[in-house]
């Protein structure tokens, strides 16, 4: 008999950490991504935004996900930056310059990877989205919310304007609106995110998950290199002057209808039947 018996596996279990983002296949296309950090209030640490940028660089190159639904475990979306982990780099040498740098930029990456992910993402939001949370919101494609979720970009009340939150809520929101939440730090509820255009849907919160969902299946039943062609050029063309804008969508539109899914849907629309996608 050993003197060291084996752990029983409910103890190996315990010892090995949860992942910090989940993810999982629901089928016809559709992966939902699923932060893990309940207890933290699900924090964007430095190490869960290299488990969101990593995870969003595998599905960029994965064809079989057609969209994503964003979510978040316990009662909080995402409390922002991980406060705790951010004094704590005070006492380096530099005062902590290198690790914000690091922090700081690898969100913006995150970001703009979710903008330029050829799937749309879904943010399912049952709770609070705070500051960098509430960016993260800001920055998916679309946004359901429950009727208890609750947003604000609250680093004023902390001496921190909340800068980079401001880029992703600013060309989610109109600027006024914008401005009065980056200068109160406020938080608004779900109805009055959806009148400021912060979020597309409210519904009861047994329903978050359903509706997002299905806002997912039916993106994903459309020709896929359409929606790529199409939620690329749509971010490529905002904030730019006019002419420049409809030129490069001009552009877009001549390569789109050269494609085989523009003959395919405008035959099968034509001929009053439904079109048969084939992504190219």
């Known amino acids: 008999m050993s003197a060291h018996p084996m752990p029983k596996p409910a103890e190996a279990d315990q010892a090995a950490p949860s992942p910090l983002l989940l993810r999982r296949d629901e089928g ?52 922002g930056h991980d406060l705790r982990e951010i004094t704590a780099h005070r006492d380096d040498p530099d005062g902590g310059r290198a690790f914000f740098s690091t922090t700081m930029t690898r969100c913006a990456e995150v970001m703009q990877a979710i903008t330029a992910l050829p799937q749309p993402v879904i943010a399912a939001v049952h709770g609070v989205a705070t500051a960098a949370g509430c960016q993260l919101v800001a920055t998916c494609d679309l946004a359901v919310a429950s009727t208890q ?6 680093g004023v009340d902390i001496g ?8 992703a809520l600013s060309r ?3 600027a006024k609106p914008a401005m009065e939440m980056l200068l109160l730090g406020e938080m608004i509820p779900a109805e009055e995110a959806l009148r400021i255009h912060l979020v597309n849907r409210v519904v009861p919160p047994d329903q978050v998950m359903p509706t997002a969902l299905d806002l997912a299946r039916r993106i994903a039943a459309r020709s896929a290199l359409t929606i790529r062609l199409g939620k690329q050029n749509f971010y490529r063309q905002l904030g730019r002057p006019l002419d420049q804008a409809y030129a490069c969508s001009t552009a877009v539109m001549v390569e789109n209808l050269l494609a085989e899914d523009a003959a ?7 001929g009053k039947r439904k079109p048969v996608w084939k992504d190219r």
């Open 160 to 167: 921190l304007f909340c800068s980079t939150p401001a880029v």
């Open 28 to 79: 016809a296309g559709v992966h939902v991504l699923t932060l893990n950090r309940p207890a933290a209030r699900n924090a964007l640490s430095l190490a869960m935004l290299d488990a969101l940028a990593a995870t969003f660089e595998d599905i960029a190159k994965d064809p079989g996900v057609r969209a994503v639904v964003l979510t978040a475990e316990g009662s909080v979306f995402s409390a």
């Open 264 to 270: 395919e849907g405008i035959g099968a629309f034509l």
């Open 149 to 154: 979720a609750r947003f604000c970009t609250p």
């Open 172 to 174: 989610a929101v109109p």
